[in-house]
Structures are given as C-alpha cells and as structure tokens.
C-alpha cells in the first residue's frame, strides 16, 4: 500500500536521471547510511529474515568527535535484542553524573544511579565501536547485504512510489531497487535534499568547537560541564584522552580563527584552569573540528516508498547527546511497524511511522 502526498503539501522527489548502470540489485528494504539509525534498522529486519541492503557512502565507518553516548534507554533496548552484555565487553567508560561547575559552586545537574535499570549510566563507547559491534551481528544473517563506498545520488521513482536508488561507487553506477526506500544519512542528508522534504529550523545561536586533551590518571573519571568567563566548557572522559567541547557563539568561528590559537588556550584555561599543564598540546588549528550547531526537523517523514529517519528526519546537534539515542529508538519503531508488510512483499503504511 502506498501513501497518498498532496500536490500542495510536498514537492516531489528529484528522480530518474539517465546513466549507463553497471548492474541492478533487488532488496525488501533498501537503507542508506551506516550510521546508528540505519546500521540498527538494518539489523533489526534482518532478524526477521527480510532482506535488506545498507549502503554507507564511506570506506568504513571511522569518523571522529561522534556521538559516543549511549544512554540507559538504548542499554536496555540491547538488552531486549541479547547484545548488552556482548556490547559491554568493548572497551568503555559510564558516566554516572553529569556536574557543572561554575565559579562559585558545582552542581550535579543528573544523577543515573535513580534509575531503575541495569543500566544506571551513559555508557561512552566510540562510536565506531558500536557501528562495528551493530554491524558484525547483521552479517550474521545471510539476508543482510552492506555495500561501502555507495554514493547515493538518485531516487528512481514509478509511478508515484520511490522504488530504490540509484549510487556511484565500484566502477560506475549501480542501481538497487526495493519495495522501501529509507534515508538514514545523517544531518547533510543526500535524500532528504532530493526528496525536496521540507524543513523547520530551530537552530540555537552558537557552535562548538572540538578537541583532545591528555588524560592523567589522577584526574576524575567524571566527565564534567563548566561555566564561566562567558563561555560553556564540557569534558568528557576517553579513557586516556578527555574529550572537550567548547562553546562559541553561531558564526563565531571566523573572529576565534583570526584571534589565534594562543587566544583559544587562554580561553579555555580560563575556565578550566586544571588544564593549563597540558594545554600546550594544542598546537594546530588541525587538531580542533568545528561543528555548526543545527537543530530542525523535516515536517514530514516520508514520500510513498521513502522514508526518513535519524538525523536525515531531525537534526540535534548537539543536544545533550541524545541524537545517537533517538536515531536508535526511530530504528525500533520503525523496524516494529515496516516488518509485517514487508514480510508479506508489500510496500508499508508509512504514515503509521508519522
């Protein structure tokens, strides 16, 4: 069954440009992009034996200064699947509280140990880590499929349904067709832009600026927020390496670059004063990744045959590190409702999803 689109609620999707394709594949569900949202989308079907194709535009799926935090109620849908205790074998830290400190007093802004879970804690994991972890239990199945190196540029459309995709990638074009079509594809979402979905931005007026420390092992295994001097400070904890994020305001960045690195340590030991013995470290504008804080969200999450999920549906970075989760929880919900249908060969109610 397809689900019927307005003409004056949606443009259409940008489709069916003419390439010589190398060869055709054919799936139940065709996900594009390896990241939390589709990498668990993707195991999660084939579990229940549907086939299902994952392509990941990269050559793997290591990229720094991810969303590393996988919080209680993601613990507990591993838990559900029987992977939690696997998951925990991989190296890893848990965060129990979250404090911030200020100039004049520390409070602890959360507390996990109230929570009744096995899981009492953000469990900091690389990112890669997990992906790897995700994607090693899906080639268990022999109904899964992973393409690397798949650069999607095209939707074929027939009919007025999305039939799959058409990507570069080993020597030429390739097209895969399915009866579902999802984009999974992270904040730059190559689907959501040809699909012409439509976006409603809630962006806050700043940026954060990326960066590794030297861990030493007197300090907290904590990881900890500060505030002060008119800047947000947060560290977070890598085992042999914090983590830091730093607060700018939006468009901020060109003014700081201009200023100097000298300029940018000053700041920080300003408000971390701890850190002055290893600040030094920081020594080229390289080791700093500038991330541009967006928040919005799509007004609706799919076309007939095409859906959207993760950040490619609604962007949040970074919130509170919670993108990671709602990406992993889009994935069970929709893996929940798409199942039935696509067991039976037939093309999903995705208005069920939203």
């Keep these: 069954m397809s689900v019927n689109i307005p003409s004056n609620s949606v443009q259409e999707p940008t489709v069916n440009l003419a390439h010589d394709i190398l060869d055709v594949k054919t799936t139940s569900c065709c996900i594009v992009g390896g990241g939390p949202a589709g990498a668990v989308l993707a195991l999660l079907l084939a579990r229940q034996g549907i086939p299902v194709m994952l392509l990941e535009t990269h050559k793997d799926f290591d990229r720094d200064f991810r969303g590393d935090t996988i919080h209680p109620s993601v613990m ?19 965060m129990r509280q979250i404090k ?29 880590k997990f992906l790897e972890f995700i994607i090693s239990e899906a080639q268990k199945y022999p109904n899964f499929h992973l393409v690397m190196g798949a650069n999607v540029q095209e939707l074929i459309e027939e009919n007025g349904v999305i039939q799959g995709v058409r990507y570069r990638g080993q020597g030429g074009w390739h097209e895969v067709r399915a009866l579902l079509t999802v984009g999974a594809d992270g904040r730059h979402s190559r689907l959501r832009q040809i699909g012409n979905f439509e976006s409603i931005n809630t962006s806050p007026p700043m940026d954060v600026l990326w960066f590794r420390l030297p861990k030493k092992p007197e300090d ?35 003014e700081l670059r201009a200023a100097g690195l000298p300029a940018l340590r000053k700041s920080i030991v300003d408000i971390a004063p701890e850190l002055s013995d290893r600040i030094e470290n920081l020594h080229d504008w ?16 799919h076309h007939p045959g095409l859906l959207l999920i993760g950040d490619a549906a609604h962007i949040m970075s970074p919130v509170g590190g919670v993108g990671i989760n709602y990406a992993i929880q889009d994935a069970v919900v929709a893996a929940n409702v798409l199942t039935k249908p696509l067991k039976a060969g037939e093309h999903p109610t995705l208005a069920k999803i939203y």
């Excluded at 507990?76 to 830290?93: A, W």
């Excluded at 100039?103 to 900091?124: C, E, G, W």
């Excluded at 008119?230 to 939006?250: C, E, T, Y």
């Design 286 to 301: 390289s080791q700093v990744a500038f991330l541009s804080v967006e928040s919005s969200r799509v007004k609706r999450w």
């Design 220 to 254: 907290s295994e904590d990881g900890v927020g500060r505030i002060g001097r008119g800047h947000i400070l947060a560290m977070l904890n890598r085992s042999d390496s914090w983590q830091i994020g730093f607060v700018i305001p939006k468009s901020g960045y060109q």
């Design 100 to 128: 911030i400190q200020s100039p004049n007093a520390t409070v602890t802004l959360a507390d996990f140990s109230h929570l009744k879970t096995r899981y009492p804690y953000i469990t900091m994991l690389p990112q890669v």
């Design 76 to 94: 507990q849908i591993m838990e559900e699947l029987n992977l939690s205790d696997r998951l925990l074998q991989l190296p890893h830290n848990k």
